[in-house]
């Protein structure tokens, strides 16, 4: 027994002695470190609680050099998802062609001029929403339409990307309609308020839903306070991703510019489940072919399970 006690001791003398082999680096040959002293918690993993999460939005008005505009703006930006707007039914397809990792979802909302395929006959074309999430192929996607329409021909509503498990990622594009006659006004505020019914059952459950796109009116309006959250006087679960110090806390109802003239009607609105009041975020507006401008805005959001039920 005295024997085997003291074979440890002679081990440990054998490596302290011996050279290391050829072309070992000097630095390889180190006695083993104690691990530190914990304080009972888990080591943190950077991005652990919180991930910058950047959407791209952008109303195209039909225009090809716009759309490549904003994925562009995806790329630079790392955005997981790309919302868009005034989409042709052969631009989505070309956009699946180019990119089949992609996940695209797709909502015609209406047949349109100005549409057609470089080269077609015929008139009229499919133009609408389009949501992408650019990490895979393998995400679901879909398409609930407003219950309220201009008119039989219309179908507006939000074209919607889900990806991940508990909590799940939802990223929607959306058109609000354009009118300032009163009758449309109060049809755009009950599509709002179908976005907030459509939203609600997914950030009880827990899950960050981001909603962006052209919403056609201004950030202080009745049809907004859908979306908007109670400190901003809304009834909605949203906060607007809107320029601000890092971590700013304070929340507003911002008109900055996102069309040629100074107009505010493009948004992208981060559930307050999982976009804390408190997050760094930020908005960056860039102008394109179209006369919106496209929106690069990102939220440091919180994905642990169980902490975002609301």
Same mark, same amino acid.
């Given at each position: 027994?005295?024997?085997?006690?003291?074979?440890?001791?002679?081990?440990?003398?054998?490596?302290?002695?011996?050279?290391?082999?050829?072309?070992?680096?000097?630095?390889?040959?180190?006695?083993?470190?104690?691990?530190?002293?914990?304080?009972?918690?888990?080591?943190?993993? !950077? %991005? /652990? +609680?919180?991930? @910058?999460? *950047?959407?791209?939005?952008?109303? &195209?008005?039909?225009?090809? =050099?716009?759309?490549? #505009?904003?994925?562009?703006?995806?790329?630079?930006?790392?955005?997981?998802?790309?919302?868009?707007?005034?989409?042709?039914?052969?631009?989505?397809?070309?956009?699946?062609?180019?990119?089949?990792?992609?996940?695209?979802?797709?909502?015609?909302?209406?047949?349109?001029?100005?549409?057609?395929? !470089? %080269? /077609? +006959?015929?008139? @009229?074309? *499919?133009?609408?929403?389009?949501? &992408?999430?650019?990490?895979? =192929?393998?995400?679901? #996607?879909?398409?609930?339409?407003?219950?309220?329409?201009?008119?039989?021909?219309?179908?507006?509503?939000?074209?919607?990307?889900?990806?991940?498990?508990?909590?799940?990622?939802?990223?929607?594009?959306?058109?609000?309609?354009?009118?300032?006659?009163?009758?449309?006004?109060?049809?755009?505020?009950?599509? /709002? +308020?179908?976005?907030?019914?459509?939203?609600?059952?997914?950030?009880?459950?827990?899950?960050?839903?981001?909603?962006?796109?052209?919403?056609?009116?201004?950030?202080?309006?009745?049809?907004?306070?859908?979306?908007?959250?109670?400190?901003?006087?809304?009834?909605?679960?949203?906060?607007?991703?809107?320029?601000?110090?890092?971590?700013?806390?304070?929340?507003?109802?911002?008109?900055?510019?996102?069309?040629?003239?100074?107009?505010?009607?493009?948004?992208?609105?981060?559930?307050?489940?999982?976009?804390?009041?408190?997050?760094?975020?930020?908005?960056?507006?860039?102008?394109?072919?179209?006369?919106?401008?496209?929106?690069?805005?990102?939220?440091?959001?919180?994905?642990?399970?169980?902490?975002?039920?609301?």
């Amino acid at each position: 027994m005295a024997v085997l006690r003291g074979l440890p001791l002679l081990a440990l003398l054998l490596l302290l002695v011996l050279p290391a082999p050829l072309g070992t680096p000097a630095a390889a040959v180190v006695a083993p470190v104690a691990a530190p002293a914990t304080t009972g918690e888990p080591a943190a993993r !950077p %991005g /652990a +609680a919180r991930e @910058r999460f *950047a959407v791209v939005d952008h109303n &195209v008005q039909k225009r090809w =050099p716009a759309l490549r #505009t904003a994925l562009r703006l995806a790329r630079q930006s790392n955005a997981r998802a790309v919302t868009l707007q005034e989409v042709c039914a052969w631009q989505v397809a070309r956009l699946r062609r180019a990119h089949p990792g992609w996940t695209v979802a797709w909502l015609p909302v209406r047949r349109t001029d100005g549409c057609r395929a !470089p %080269g /077609a +006959a015929g008139g @009229r074309a *499919a133009t609408g929403n389009v949501a &992408v999430w650019t990490e895979a =192929p393998d995400g679901t #996607t879909t398409t609930p339409v407003f219950d309220d329409q201009l008119g039989s021909t219309w179908h507006q509503g939000l074209a919607c990307v889900t990806w991940g498990d508990r909590p799940f990622r939802r990223v929607c594009s959306t058109h609000l309609l354009s009118s300032s006659i009163p009758r449309r006004v109060r049809l755009r505020a009950r599509q /709002a +308020a179908d976005v907030h019914r459509t939203a609600a059952p997914w950030t009880r459950r827990g899950d960050l839903v981001v909603v962006a796109g052209d919403l056609n009116d201004a950030p202080r309006s009745r049809p907004l306070g859908w979306l908007y959250g109670p400190s901003t006087g809304g009834r909605g679960r949203f906060r607007e991703v809107a320029p601000g110090p890092a971590g700013d806390d304070t929340e507003c109802r911002c008109a900055v510019a996102t069309r040629d003239g100074g107009a505010r009607l493009d948004y992208v609105f981060f559930s307050d489940n999982r976009a804390r009041r408190s997050a760094r975020h930020g908005l960056r507006v860039v102008r394109t072919a179209s006369d919106h401008h496209a929106l690069v805005g990102w939220f440091e959001v919180d994905l642990r399970r169980g902490s975002g039920r609301s």
